[in-house]
């Protein structure tokens, strides 16, 4: 069955993100992880961490004293939220040490039954002390990081942070597949080589909403350093099939 357009930023209007399909989740408090930054809703040009120019979606992280921490940067979700599709998001990395970009989802359950029963897709995440290698995983109760049961690959795609390249997820009732530029790079079904496939282990059978974020540090960010800062996530468009 061919899929249609059903959502979609161009990025084709200059200023913050369009509050009508995003909304900024701000914050200092490491967000479970350690993260070093602050996450700011600020709009204004001059210091905006989340700003739309020449076409493109610009995460940035900065050094900079803000709120007792002493980075800055932004977290963005979508207010739409899909059950299955296909979510297509070109985008160049941020490269450096403790740079650690993310575009995910969670499931819309997350404020009913916390993280992570509520599930998790990452569509990409990249560590700036390991250049070039993306990480593609799924959680849930029972397969997640903090049991490292979690489902995950890692693959090594030279040029990441160079130029734009194409993250998605191809996402069915039964069945997660991660495609780079178009290739698919890690795919898992449900209930496959054993595992439980009610709820706990398969959550992935409900509404995600969209997170970009770009974080500093921390447990996965690692080893930071301030050298190479700033950096941006940008993001040329956003867009989901059904």
């Not at 194409?166 to 495609?179: G, I, K, N, T």
């Not at 282990?201 to 997170?211: H, Q, R, S, V, Y």
Request: include cysteine.
């Amino acid at each position: 069955m061919k899929q249609k357009l059903v959502w979609a930023d161009e990025f084709d209007y200059e200023g913050p993100p369009d509050l009508t399909k995003w909304a900024y989740q701000t914050g200092g408090h490491g967000w479970g992880n350690n993260e070093l930054q602050y996450y700011t809703s600020r709009t204004a040009p001059e210091d905006a961490n989340a700003y739309v120019s020449g076409g493109r979606l610009k995460i940035s992280l900065r050094r900079e004293e803000f709120r007792g921490r002493e980075y800055t940067s932004a977290r963005i979700i979508s207010l739409a939220s899909w059950q299955y599709g296909r979510l297509d998001i070109s985008a160049r990395l941020p490269a450096g040490g403790g740079t650690w970009p993310a575009i995910w989802m969670l499931g819309s359950s997350i404020s009913e039954l916390d993280w992570p029963a509520c599930g998790e897709i990452d569509i990409m995440e990249h560590v700036g002390r390991s250049q070039d290698v993306v990480h593609f995983s799924l959680h849930s109760k029972l397969y997640n990081h903090m049991e490292d049961t979690h489902l995950t690959k890692t693959c090594l795609y030279p040029g990441v942070s160079d130029g734009f390249h194409l993250y998605s997820v191809d996402w069915e009732q039964d069945r997660v597949c991660f495609l780079f530029d178009g290739k698919k790079a890690a795919v898992w079904r449900n209930g496959e080589g054993g595992r439980a496939a009610g709820p706990d282990g398969w959550p992935f059978n409900a509404p995600f909403f969209l997170i970009m974020n770009v974080a500093f540090g921390g447990f996965f960010g690692g080893a930071h350093d301030d050298s190479c800062l700033p950096q941006a996530m940008e993001i040329e468009y956003v867009r989901v099939y059904q």
